[in-house]
C-alpha cells in the first residue's frame, strides 16, 4: 500500500483562526481528517505530521526512509528560509510535492521565493485546503508513472 507523508510546517497548529482571509476558515485537525479520508478513498496511508520547530521537520523527512512513498510538505514560513529542509528534502530522495493554502506567488515579495521549489516534482498554491488534496493526488499520480516506467524498462 502507498504511504504518503504530510508535513506541515511552523504556525500551521493555528489555522482555523489565523488570518483567516489567507488561509481559510479549517483547522489543521479539520485538515488532517479531510487528508486521512481522502487517503482511505483512494487506497493509501496518510501519516501527518505538524511542527514549529525546524529540526522537528527534518527528523520527520530523515525518519520516511524506507517508509515513505511520496511526501507533501507545507514548509510555511521555512519555504523561504530553510536551507536544512531543503537539504533533507535532497538528501532523501523521496518525491515530493510542495503545498501552499494561499498562493506565495501573489503575496509580499519575500514570500514569493521557495527555497524546495527547484527540487519538488511539483509546486500547488492558493487552493486553501484543496491544494493538500491536489499535491497527495498529484504525488499519487507521480509515483503510477514511475511504476509504470519501471515496469516497461524490466
Do not use: C
Not at 83 to 110: K, Q, Y
Not at 140 to 152: A, S
Amino acid at each position: 500500500m502507498m504511504h504518503i507523508l504530510v508535513l506541515h510546517g511552523p504556525n500551521l497548529n493555528l489555522l482555523g483562526g489565523r488570518e483567516p482571509e489567507w488561509y481559510g476558515r479549517h483547522s489543521l485537525d479539520e485538515i488532517n481528517q479531510k487528508l486521512l479520508a481522502f487517503g482511505g478513498q483512494a487506497g493509501i496511508t496518510i501519516e501527518t505530521f505538524q511542527s514549529n520547530a525546524e529540526g522537528a521537520l527534518v527528523d520527520a523527512i530523515q525518519g520516511a526512509i524506507g517508509k515513505t512513498d511520496a511526501i507533501v510538505i507545507n514548509p510555511a514560513a521555512y519555504t523561504h528560509t530553510s536551507v536544512a529542509i531543503r537539504d533533507a528534502l535532497l538528501a532523501v530522495g523521496i518525491p515530493t510535492v510542495e503545498v501552499h493554502l494561499s498562493n506565495i506567488h501573489g503575496r509580499e515579495s519575500f514570500r514569493k521565493r521557495s527555497l524546495i521549489a527547484d527540487i519538488v516534482i511539483g509546486q500547488i498554491a492558493g487552493f486553501g485546503t484543496q491544494s493538500y488534496l491536489l499535491g497527495i493526488q498529484g504525488a499519487i499520480d507521480y509515483l503510477q508513472t514511475q511504476t509504470i516506467k519501471e515496469d516497461k524498462t524490466v
